[in-house]
């Protein structure tokens, strides 16, 4: 006589035993009657059903171990995690004391200097948010305080290191940004050393992201400056409105008749949304695991549209001023490109979802060879 009752089970048998007893940690309990030989009309049907009680209320303690166990699991991945935040953002006040000065001159007034940040931090929340359950599960294999601990002491070595070298470091955008970059990912190897690999990447990427735009518009900024401009001056004649261009110089005068002139100059040669753009692709490709050579074209193909979309961004600067004057020009020009980067980043997302396939090898065994597919 067998009855079952998910996910616990209950069996029923006259062998001779204990009166209960667990058959698996999961969720399996096999039941006996006492110990003695059971024949017809012995079997007391009270016996039978206190028995399945204390069953279920065990089966029911034993769900609730397993809850408990569960929720500790996400309190303690949750204090590790906001640990690594909090620790990290404060040591960044003495790595990078200069960072946030030097980010409200480099933007401006635009948006009250907050407009560059919020891509950023809403790709961070994004990734955070897509794989977490992956960053939780290495979080929770922490052992304890003196677990790995040759890469704590490394993450605390490179904090001192970083502390010392603030004062210089403190100088330029780019590298107060990288000492940031830097912070965290030492933190993390001081508070949880498990989620170095996890982290290497994209501390990698952020820190080439920031780092390269000064290197690329000293070797391409000029180069693509002129480039810019002609494009620029090609798409004026086709829409049609008076600039007087000389080499990157422009000059327009307003339907009111106000003389507007600008330069088009190596920051304004789209270094910087190329720049943004590859390393938003890298993290793509690192979340994604898309093919090598599908990133490759995608990379090409999105460098060639941004310098042609920067171009757009000129003329479009351009005939605002031709109808509306300087003031006008100015001041949508602290944003407009960012607006239409942020459109074309939202179009090349779902393209490159839909591109290539997943760089995975699976391994099929049949009999002895092992066949890589």
């Not at 909090?86 to 946030?100: D, E, I, K, M, R």
């Not at 407009?115 to 955070?128: K, N, R, S, W, Y």
């Not at 390393?279 to 090598?292: E, I, N, P, T, Y």
């Not at 031709?322 to 602290?334: K, Q, R, V």
Request: aromatic letters at 10%.
């Amino acid at each position: 006589m067998k009855g079952s009752s998910a996910p616990c089970t209950l069996t029923r048998t006259q062998s001779i035993g204990d009166d209960i007893i667990p058959t698996s940690p999961e969720s399996s309990l096999q039941i006996r009657p006492p110990s003695h030989k059971l024949g017809p009309g012995l079997f007391h049907e009270y016996d039978f059903f206190k028995l399945l009680h204390l069953s279920t209320l065990k089966c029911f303690m034993h769900r609730l171990s397993l809850n408990a166990r569960y929720h500790r699991f996400g309190s303690n991945v949750r204090i590790r995690f906001g640990a690594w935040i909090g620790a990290a953002v404060a040591l960044s006040a003495l790595t990078a004391p200069n960072f946030p000065s030097l980010v409200d001159q480099s933007v401006g007034n635009a948006f009250d200097g907050l407009f560059v940040a919020i891509p950023i931090v809403a790709l961070l929340t994004l990734i955070f948010a897509l794989r977490w359950k992956e960053l939780a599960q290495i979080m929770s294999e922490e052992a304890g305080g003196f677990s790995r601990l040759p890469v704590r002491l490394v993450g605390a070595a490179s904090i001192l290191v970083l502390i010392v070298l603030g004062p210089t470091t403190g100088e330029t955008l780019a590298a107060s940004g990288i000492a940031v970059i830097l912070t965290f990912y030492a933190t993390a190897l001081v508070v949880n050393p498990s989620t170095a690999r996890f982290m290497l990447p994209y501390a990698a990427v952020y820190g080439a992201a920031v780092g390269s735009p000064a290197v690329l518009l000293w070797a391409f900024g000029e180069p693509l400056a002129v480039l810019s401009s002609g494009l620029s001056a090609g798409l004026v004649h086709i829409v049609g409105f008076p600039v007087a261009w000389q080499g990157t110089g422009f000059q327009i005068v307003s339907r009111a008749g106000e003389e507007v002139n600008g330069v088009v100059t190596p920051g304004c040669s789209s270094v910087s949304s190329v720049t943004m753009f590859l390393g938003l692709l890298a993290l793509m490709h690192l979340d994604m695991k898309k093919d090598s050579r599908t990133t490759a074209k995608l990379a090409v193909i999105g460098v060639l549209a941004l310098i042609l979309l920067n171009s757009v961004r000129i003329l479009i600067l351009l005939w605002v001023g031709y109808e509306y004057g300087s003031a006008a020009l100015w001041g949508i020009h602290d944003w407009i490109g960012y607006a239409l980067f942020l459109g074309f980043f939202l179009a090349v997302l779902p393209l490159y979802a839909r591109m290539g396939e997943p760089n995975h090898t699976a391994v099929v065994t049949v009999g002895s060879p092992v066949v890589s597919v």
